[in-house]
Nanobody
Framework: QVQLVESGGGLVQPGGSLRLSCTAS????????MRWYRQAPGKEREFVAN???????IYAGPVKGRFTISRDDAKNTVTLQMNSLKPEDTAVYYC????????WGQGTQVTVSS
């Protein structure tokens, strides 16, 4: 059974930083591209970042240059370092495996507000 557990969200002021983590089980993690998505209230879930099994990242335009995705295959963990946060980054953040795309975790809430 695939399980994804996100953590690290919270309340932060504009310009601040947060580090999100996601631990996966039930997949061959080292072979799976891993993605972060987010969903703001009243909006569709949107792509944030992807990291391929070899470590190459891809970012959505709004977060490029501010967010960094990384992975630790020994710990089955994917991380999203978020810097220079803006109020529009407020959302529930989810991780997802490209090899098991129908599975989602509970998400972690990120709120950027003064």
């Amino acid at each position: 059974q695939v399980q994804l557990v996100e953590s690290g969200g919270g309340l932060v002021q504009p310009g601040g930083s947060l580090r999100l983590s996601c631990t996966a089980s039930g997949i061959i993690f080292s072979l799976s591209p891993m993605r972060w998505y987010r969903q703001a209230p009243g909006k569709e879930r949107e792509f944030v970042a992807n990291i391929f099994s070899g470590g190459t990242p891809i970012y959505a335009g709004p977060v490029k240059g501010r967010f960094t995705i990384s992975r630790d295959d020994a710990k089955n963990t994917v991380t999203l370092q978020m810097n220079s946060l803006k109020p529009e980054d407020t959302a529930v953040y989810y991780c997802n495996s490209a090899n098991a795309p129908k599975y989602w975790g509970q998400g972690t809430q990120v709120t950027v507000s003064s």
